[in-house]
């Protein structure tokens, strides 16, 4: 049985018919855009996790909690890190959880952000951490 292709040309002219319409849905999702953080006039959560300074508020809502606030870097460079925010129960065990994934230019000193996890009902806390850093030109020893 021999399988018969269309040329390369015809293959990728198709496939360019599709972009305007994925650009489309991307935009309609709310993906193509970074969405505007509100950040409270009060931040009473305040920590140091690895290289960065975090202040935050929890806001917590029947149907979703987030953590929002603004991440300062300790070094003046570019950075893109990850938050997670967890929702512990008495035991300490996670019963859910939330990321958000952040970048900072050499023009932004702090970065702002918004954490949002779906509550199950059983948190008795919440908790949030840097999960992962990217700092270019840093070497971990």
Known sequence: MTVSYPPVSERLRRRMRLL????????????????????????????????????????????VVRGVGRVTPSIDSEARLTLGLFGLDADGRIVSRGTAHLHADFASRSIPFTVTLTPTGRESTFELRVLNYHIPGLRMG
């Open 20 to 63: 305007p319409v994925l650009a489309i849905l991307w935009a309609l999702a709310g993906c193509g855009e970074t969405a505007r953080v509100e950040i409270p006039a009060e931040l009473p959560l305040q920590m140091h996790d690895q290289l960065f300074a975090i202040e935050w508020a929890l806001q917590r809502e029947p149907s």
